[in-house]
């Protein structure tokens, strides 16, 4: 045996690299074979119950780096509940109904239009469940927990059965209707939408000033007046019904000096428009209020049989254009709400691809509503007062990317404005991370008309609703209940496979259907009431869930999607939120703060990340980034995240390596008989516990990386560690001193291990398959540890926190030293410490080998008046010189008992004792054991 053979030297099969790409996978296989999710849920059952439902991402295509922040959100969740004494399930689910994969068939040739329904439906389905099963294994390449054999899917037909349900209490309490209102409608989609499926783009757009004149001006008007409007959608005018003014505001009638015609317009703009027509000196005529203009009937400016009727709309602003607002019913919210006060007609000009239609007139026919801005500027003819280009914000389509417009067509709702005050009533007892969230939910509903849930769509699940002969629709509980058990067994295609008559329940009948006709509704529901049913077909479906949900966690868009959808389903048929917390998390950006995109060619692929880094990487950075705002993510940032994590797993490595012969059964020793700074590092050890336990409770992962990452750099590598390989390495190996450390390191070891198995498993679990003495077979099933306190706790705090400044300032006297060439290793230095009475008992108090803390040879503290070239401090001084003596071959000291031994080595008399003590030290031919 060798000299360097007698130190105790770290010596673990644990590797320094760690080869994640190829490692995770096989964990993962040996988790799948084990079942250690449902042996985790076994060992949890009789525990209190805490659920995360899970939102449904849309099943297509693989996931990407936004999906992968999701769900292992969600899993650091879910891991940190089950080992922290709660039963908590995790069901994944998956949204497959809808536009998007109709769109993929479409991209692969196949025409909607030319195939038997059930055979288009049936591409629709399986396509769905080939990207389920995609996605699946993305996630779980992540390392994601869940129940995977057994996920909820919104195509099942248990799942559509419990949607029916849903829709059927709603309407049951007159919650559903149908209306011609104005909605968004997506002529690229031919479908309406609901404003969670809308996103704002600036635009320009030809805006119209245009004048009618005045045919019945009740007294007020005559009709040599002209009513000056303004519109930025001209091709709106075919279908213009009315004008609206500001009742409170003030017109003016004026008379430019280079027009023969009188025109009406808001005094307050009046100074404005009269430049933009330039008009030469307008004379005010008359004044008058918006009400006094009260249905004034004007000409429409091409349709001689139409009639343009003034009417009073508190919706008027002096903001823009000329205080009154053209007003088409059929193609805006405001137009169609004042225009249903009047009794006015809705008119629809255009069809559901954007084409005009022939009520639009011959000259319109055939255009695309876009294109038709000449033919309408032609129309005017000399009533075009000014036209102008404008940038604004306008809403598209946020799957196609194509401009919508407003659309009168009939459709059916879900009303939210007769239980409105119940909903914002059960935000108010909502928890939400961040608090934010609370106003911007608040504010949706506060705000939100009625929600249109029909789609002129294919792949999705009807709207369970009958005709009878007169046109009255049918859905009542008995006739919905029957439809949803018809779903259930046969799945929603059974509503296209069947007539009406064999939909309905035997020997149905209606009074509106005397020979017993009835037909039935081809449009689908909207997709946001598909995941926004989930409580029902999930939650209360399955008895291992509980409903509502402790906590859903998305990204911030589901404000106005599936936290929305969901809340009003709930409130309307159970009076409550199906969530207990809401939690929203920012948008993954590229590492510029630049949104991802094919077209930037910045997307990044989880599964890329996992083949190059690991996934454990790309669970760190979850818990790296402050996810209450938006987020940035790189390869640049994973490969600064995968140097952290090789911080951690090297300093976890040297624990293993540093506990291979302690046997926590036989060498642990208590709190009690430990040494002071051990004792001080056992509490720092308990604080970092109880805070990463308090950020788990409060989903804080960004405050578990610091906290974690500034343990094991500051408070052990650069202390603890530090000076440990003098104790670990160089004491005989049953010594005291090196068993109360070796106590402290199994002690971090073990715990740091299973707080950390939430964030990265696989690290984990390859951890505790060197910790031979540890009972479970994973560290999955194990229990989080509890932080304890000591009854020395605080004055050993402040003795040890007082000693790291004075640390912190011996330090940067070894440094000076080491750059004026003093010394080069610390261990080289014999420093002294000039102080005062106060650190001369504070080092006395600490009861411990100084100069092996500060890592130097040899030590002295004197009350001394420090020499002028001592680098002085407040209350404090330091000179550093060289050690006397010889460097010690084993240890590596500088001591002046270094002298050659008759085993041929030359050690200190410390390192001589511990070789005679243990080891049989006879020739120089080496040692043996005792």
């Known amino acids: 045996m060798k000299l360097k053979e007698t130190l105790n030297l770290g010596k673990t099969a644990f590797p320094m690299r760690a080869g994640l790409p190829n490692k995770e996978p096989q964990w993962q296989k040996e988790w799948d074979e084990a079942d250690v999710y449902t042996r985790r849920q076994e060992l949890n059952a009789n525990k209190p119950t805490f659920f995360l439902h899970d939102g449904p991402?849309?099943?297509?295509?693989?996931?990407?780096?936004?999906?992968?922040?999701?769900?292992?959100s969600k899993d650091i969740i879910v891991r940190s509940k089950s080992m922290s004494g709660f039963r908590a399930p995790y069901v994944p689910g998956w949204d497959t109904h809808g536009l998007p994969i109709e769109q993929v068939l479409a991209k692969k040739g196949v025409k909607r239009k030319e195939l038997d329904r059930s055979e288009y439906l049936k591409m629709c389905h399986d396509y769905a469940l080939s990207q389920v099963d995609k996605q699946r294994e993305d996630f779980k390449r992540l390392g994601v927990s869940a129940d995977w054999k057994n996920p909820y899917i919104t195509l099942v037909p248990a799942y559509e059965a419990a949607q029916l349900r849903v829709f059927g209490a709603m309407a049951d309490k007159g919650y559903i209707y149908r209306g011609?209102?104005?909605?968004?409608?997506?002529?690229?989609?031919?479908?309406?939408?609901?404003?969670?499926?809308?996103?704002?783009?600036?635009?320009?757009?030809?805006?119209?000033?245009?004048?009618?004149?005045?045919?019945?001006?009740?007294?007020?008007?005559?009709?040599?007046?002209?009513?000056?409007v303004w519109?930025?959608?001209?091709?709106?005018?075919?279908?213009?019904?009315?004008?609206?003014?500001?009742?409170?505001?003030?017109?003016?009638?004026v008379k430019p000096n280079n027009d023969s015609r009188k025109f009406v317009v808001a005094k307050a703009?009046?100074?404005?428009?009269?430049?933009?027509?330039?008009?030469?000196?307008p004379e005010v005529l008359s004044q008058h209020k918006g009400i006094e203009l009260d249905r004034i009937v004007t000409a429409h400016p091409w349709d001689e049989e139409v009639e343009e009727l003034v009417m009073n709309g508190d919706h008027v602003t002096l903001d823009s254009g000329t205080g009154i607002v053209h007003t088409a019913p059929g193609f805006g919210e405001d137009d169609y709400n004042v225009s249903m006060k009047y009794g006015l007609e809705v008119v629809v000009t255009v069809n559901e691809r954007g084409i005009m239609m022939e009520n639009a007139g011959a000259d319109f026919q055939g255009q695309f509503y876009d294109k038709v801005l000449p033919t309408v500027k032609e129309k005017l003819g000399d009533l075009l007062l000014a036209s102008e280009v404008i940038t604004h914000s306008y809403p598209?389509?946020?799957?196609?990317?194509?401009?919508?417009?407003?659309r009168a067509v009939p459709q059916w709702f879900a009303s939210v404005s007769k239980f409105r005050q119940d909903i914002l009533d059960e935000i108010e007892r909502t928890g939400f991370y961040p608090e934010w969230g609370r106003t911007r939910l608040y504010n949706m509903i506060r705000d939100r008309g009625d929600w249109v849930i029909s789609r002129q769509r294919i792949w999705g699940v009807p709207l369970p609703i009958f005709y009878a002969e007169d046109g009255t629709a049918i859905m009542t509980k008995e006739v919905i209940d029957h439809?949803?058990?018809?779903?259930?067994?046969?799945?929603?295609?059974?509503?296209?496979?069947?007539?009406?008559?064999?939909?309905?329940?035997?020997?149905?009948?209606?009074?509106?259907?005397?020979?017993?006709?009835?037909?039935?509704?081809?449009?689908?529901?909207?997709?946001?009431?598909?995941?926004?049913?989930?409580?029902?077909?999930?939650?209360?479906?399955?008895?291992?869930?509980?409903?509502?949900?402790?906590?859903?966690?998305?990204?911030?868009?589901?404000?106005?999607?599936?936290?929305?959808?969901?809340?009003?389903?709930?409130?309307?048929?159970?009076?409550?939120?199906?969530?207990?917390?809401v939690l929203s998390q920012g948008f993954v950006l590229?590492?510029?703060?630049?949104?991802?995109?094919?077209?930037?060619?910045?997307?990044?692929?989880?599964?890329?990340?996992?083949?190059?880094?690991?996934?454990?990487?790309?669970?760190?950075?979850?818990?790296?980034?402050?996810?209450?705002?938006?987020?940035?993510?790189?390869?640049?940032?994973?490969?600064?995240?995968?140097?952290?994590?090789?911080?951690?797993?090297?300093?976890?490595?040297?624990?293993?390596?540093?506990?291979?012969?302690?046997?926590?059964?036989?060498?642990?020793?208590?709190?009690?008989?430990?040494?002071?700074?051990?004792?001080?590092?056992?509490?720092?050890?308990?604080?970092?516990?109880?805070?990463?336990?308090?950020?788990?409770?409060?989903?804080?992962?960004?405050?578990?990386y610091k906290s974690v990452v500034h343990f094991i750099t500051v408070d052990l590598s650069a202390f603890y560690l530090d000076f440990a390989k003098d104790v670990v390495y160089i004491e005989a190996e049953d010594s005291l001193a090196r068993r109360q450390m070796q106590t402290v390191f199994y002690n971090i070891l073990l715990n740091i291990t299973k707080l950390l198995t939430p964030i990265i498993p696989h690290t984990s679990e390859e951890i505790w398959s060197y910790l031979e003495f540890e009972s479970e077979d994973f560290v999955q099933l194990s229990e989080m540890p509890e932080a304890k306190e000591f009854a020395d706790q605080e004055a050993i705090l402040e003795e040890w926190e007082a000693f790291m400044a004075l640390r912190t300032q011996a330090q940067k006297a070894l440094e000076e030293a080491r750059n004026e060439k003093i010394i080069g290793r610390s261990l080289e230095a014999h420093l002294t410490i000039y102080a005062g009475e106060e650190i001369k008992t504070l080092l006395a108090t600490l009861d411990s080998d100084i100069a092996q803390l500060l890592i130097v040879s040899q030590l002295t503290v004197t009350e001394e008046k420090a020499p002028e070239n001592a680098l002085a401090f407040e209350d404090v001084a330091f000179m550093v010189e060289r050690a006397d003596g010889e460097v010690c071959e084993r240890c590596r000291r500088v001591d002046p008992t270094v002298k050659e031994r008759p085993y041929n080595a030359r050690v200190c008399d410390h390192c001589a004792k511990i070789l005679e003590n243990n080891f049989s030290v006879a020739t120089a031919e080496g040692f043996e054991d005792k």
């Open 590 to 704: 590229d590492g510029k703060g630049e949104k991802m995109s094919k077209s930037k060619g910045n997307i990044i692929s989880p599964n890329d990340v996992a083949k190059q880094y690991g996934a454990e990487i790309l669970r760190l950075w979850v818990a790296s980034v402050d996810t209450n705002s938006d987020v940035r993510v790189s390869m640049e940032i994973l490969a600064q995240v995968s140097e952290t994590y090789r911080k951690i797993r090297n300093t976890l490595r040297f624990l293993v390596a540093n506990t291979a012969d302690f046997n926590p059964h036989v060498h642990k020793l208590p709190y009690e008989d430990l040494r002071p700074v051990d004792k001080y590092m056992t509490i720092k050890f308990n604080q970092l516990v109880a805070s990463i336990r308090n950020s788990y409770e409060n989903y804080d992962f960004l405050s578990i």
């Open 269 to 281: 703009l009046l100074p404005e428009l009269t430049e933009r027509f330039a008009w030469e000196n």
């Open 180 to 228: 011609a209102k104005p909605v968004y409608w997506s002529w690229s989609s031919e479908s309406a939408l609901a404003e969670a499926e809308i996103e704002y783009h600036d635009i320009d757009s030809t805006s119209l000033f245009y004048a009618n004149q005045v045919k019945d001006g009740k007294g007020v008007l005559d009709q040599e007046t002209y009513i000056v």
């Open 396 to 406: 598209f389509d946020w799957r196609t990317k194509k401009p919508i417009i407003w």
């Open 483 to 581: 439809v949803a058990k018809l779903f259930e067994k046969h799945g929603s295609v059974v509503w296209w496979e069947r007539e009406a008559k064999d939909l309905l329940p035997e020997g149905f009948s209606h009074p509106g259907s005397p020979n017993g006709k009835f037909t039935k509704e081809t449009d689908i529901m909207d997709v946001w009431f598909d995941s926004g049913s989930s409580w029902n077909g999930v939650m209360n479906a399955r008895q291992e869930l509980g409903y509502p949900a402790d906590l859903y966690l998305e990204g911030s868009d589901q404000y106005r999607g599936w936290f929305n959808s969901s809340l009003i389903t709930s409130v309307a048929v159970n009076g409550h939120a199906p969530y207990k917390t």
């Open 231 to 253: 519109t930025t959608t001209p091709f709106t005018i075919t279908a213009s019904r009315g004008l609206t003014v500001g009742p409170d505001l003030d017109y003016v009638v």
């Open 57 to 72: 991402p849309y099943a297509n295509g693989n996931i990407h780096v936004g999906h992968a922040l999701n769900k292992i």
